[in-house]
């Protein structure tokens, strides 16, 4: 199947990451979804389709990754500009902080948008719109440099890692896993979560609200996070395929590893919230903590051996400059032993949190017990 990411990556004369690709074939599909939805050209509310591409190519921009820029420039040719008001002043200050700072987008810079006069509704709208773009740039530039890295067993040397390794963490040192692990500011201990918009009260909610909370977790009637997003039911269900299709497909990268990646890109967003959901999932799985106390502590130089520090590096790079990513950070996982489908797993995982993380630092804040 072809979709943005196929045609922006270049991926015609990478048959090694399109067979990877096709692997994850419930990742393309859900991925593409969420773009059509998000800038369908009847898609209702207050913001307009050229308002949503006009900021969709802004954070594209401000990722770096200029074929994606390009992408949504050339659907905005012919659409008429958005008018330079008030509204538009604080839609186009949001989504410049939520797609370069994320942790600095705090509840100020989320009020001024309804106070400037947009619903609750398309609020949300506007911030998944942000995040999905923010996702969907770390993708184009993970795929094109798992293309450019050429198949397994083709010439490619691994970048020697600019910081030093993390210290040795004595399990004896840490509490045991299971128990809350403190450090840095962030911690593995179960937090809440409080959104800063009203949410969706589940006794007046549409059917369609109603589904969608059902269909997304257990918990969804009772959590603020999914109550806020039911404000608009088709994304929400749309980003959960998405979610559930990179974290929890079969086979490849194995869960725990997953975790790493997703903690790593929490710990450098600032999400102390989603830092603490995956540190405990990590733990979980993997029986120990270690790797989750260097994370916390430096996660440039975290990795209790060759391949975490690969992953949590590769991780970190995609994080910060999606723009500069290329094949030379992929490199390291491939000497570590990862096959494609391991790569693009990391790279899915990694890039997911860039829109995770941005719901969770700017819709609402982690609340400690």
Same mark, same amino acid.
């Given at each position: 199947?072809?979709?943005?990411?196929?045609?922006?990556?270049?991926?015609?004369?990478?048959?090694?990451?399109?067979?990877?690709?096709?692997?994850?074939?419930?990742?393309?599909?859900?991925?593409?979804?969420?773009?059509?939805?998000?800038?369908?050209?009847?898609?209702?509310?207050?913001?307009?389709? &050229?308002?949503? *591409?006009?900021?969709? $190519? =802004?954070?594209? #921009?401000?990722?770096? +990754?200029?074929? %994606? !820029?390009?992408?949504? /420039?050339?659907?905005?040719?012919?659409?008429?500009?958005?008018?330079?008001?008030?509204?538009?002043?604080?839609?186009?200050?949001?989504?410049?902080?939520?797609?370069?700072?994320?942790?600095?987008?705090?509840? &100020?810079?989320? *009020?001024?948008?309804? $106070? =400037?006069?947009? #619903?609750?509704?398309? +609020?949300?709208? %506007? !911030?998944?719109?942000? /995040?999905?773009?923010?996702?969907?740039?770390?993708?184009?530039?993970?795929?094109?440099?798992?293309?450019?890295?050429?198949?397994?067993?083709?010439?490619?040397?691994?970048?020697?890692?600019?910081?030093?390794? &993390?210290?040795?963490?004595?399990?004896?040192?840490?509490?045991?896993?299971?128990?809350?692990?403190?450090?840095?500011?962030?911690?593995?201990?179960?937090?809440?979560?409080?959104?800063?918009?009203?949410?969706?009260?589940?006794?007046?909610?549409?059917?369609?609200?109603?589904?969608?909370?059902?269909?997304?977790?257990?918990?969804?009637?009772?959590?603020?996070?999914?109550?806020?997003?039911?404000?608009?039911?088709?994304?929400?269900?749309?980003?959960?395929?998405?979610?559930?299709?990179?974290?929890?497909?079969?086979?490849?990268?194995?869960?725990?590893?997953?975790?790493?990646?997703?903690?790593?890109?929490?710990?450098?967003?600032?999400?102390?919230?989603?830092?603490?959901?995956?540190?405990?999932?990590?733990?979980?799985?993997?029986?120990?903590?270690?790797?989750?106390?260097?994370?916390?502590?430096?996660?440039?130089?975290?990795?209790?051996?060759?391949?975490?520090?690969?992953?949590?590096?590769?991780?970190?790079?995609?994080?910060?400059?999606?723009?500069?990513?290329?094949?030379?950070?992929?490199?390291?996982?491939?000497?570590?032993?990862?096959?494609?489908?391991?790569?693009?797993?990391?790279?899915?995982?990694?890039?997911?949190?860039?829109?995770?993380?941005?719901?969770?630092?700017?819709?609402?804040?982690?609340?400690?017990?």
């Amino acid at each position: 199947m072809t979709d943005t990411i196929d045609q922006l990556a270049r991926l015609g004369h990478a048959p090694h990451a399109q067979a990877a690709r096709q692997q994850r074939a419930k990742a393309i599909t859900a991925t593409q979804a969420c773009e059509d939805l998000l800038l369908a050209p009847a898609l209702p509310g207050g913001l307009a389709l &050229a308002e949503r *591409l006009s900021v969709a $190519q =802004a954070v594209a #921009a401000a990722s770096g +990754v200029a074929t %994606l !820029a390009h992408h949504y /420039g050339a659907r905005l040719a012919g659409l008429p500009a958005p008018a330079a008001d008030a509204r538009w002043q604080a839609i186009t200050h949001f989504t410049q902080l939520l797609a370069t700072q994320p942790a600095a987008a705090d509840r &100020a810079a989320l *009020l001024a948008l309804p $106070q =400037a006069g947009l #619903a609750t509704p398309d +609020v949300v709208l %506007l !911030a998944q719109l942000i /995040g999905f773009v923010a996702y969907q740039a770390r993708l184009v530039a993970g795929v094109a440099a798992l293309a450019a890295l050429g198949p397994a067993g083709t010439a490619a040397t691994a970048v020697a890692p600019t910081t030093p390794d &993390a210290p040795f963490v004595h399990p004896a040192n840490l509490p045991p896993p299971g128990e809350p692990l403190r450090l840095a500011g962030y911690t593995s201990e179960t937090l809440d979560w409080k959104a800063w918009l009203p949410v969706v009260d589940p006794a007046t909610a549409s059917a369609e609200q109603n589904a969608v909370l059902d269909a997304s977790h257990p918990k969804a009637r009772t959590s603020d996070f999914y109550l806020v997003l039911a404000h608009q039911p088709r994304v929400l269900a749309e980003r959960s395929e998405a979610f559930n299709a990179i974290m929890y497909a079969p086979g490849g990268l194995p869960r725990a590893e997953r975790e790493v990646a997703t903690t790593v890109v929490s710990r450098i967003n600032g999400c102390v919230y989603c830092a603490s959901v995956h540190a405990q999932r990590f733990e979980q799985l993997a029986k120990r903590n270690d790797v989750i106390a260097q994370i916390f502590t430096d996660p440039d130089s975290a990795g209790t051996n060759a391949r975490e520090r690969a992953l949590a590096q590769a991780s970190a790079a995609l994080t910060r400059a999606p723009g500069a990513f290329g094949p030379q950070h992929l490199a390291p996982l491939r000497a570590a032993g990862l096959s494609d489908l391991e790569i693009l797993d990391t790279v899915h995982a990694a890039a997911l949190f860039a829109w995770a993380n941005r719901l969770m630092l700017n819709l609402g804040e982690a609340v400690y017990p």
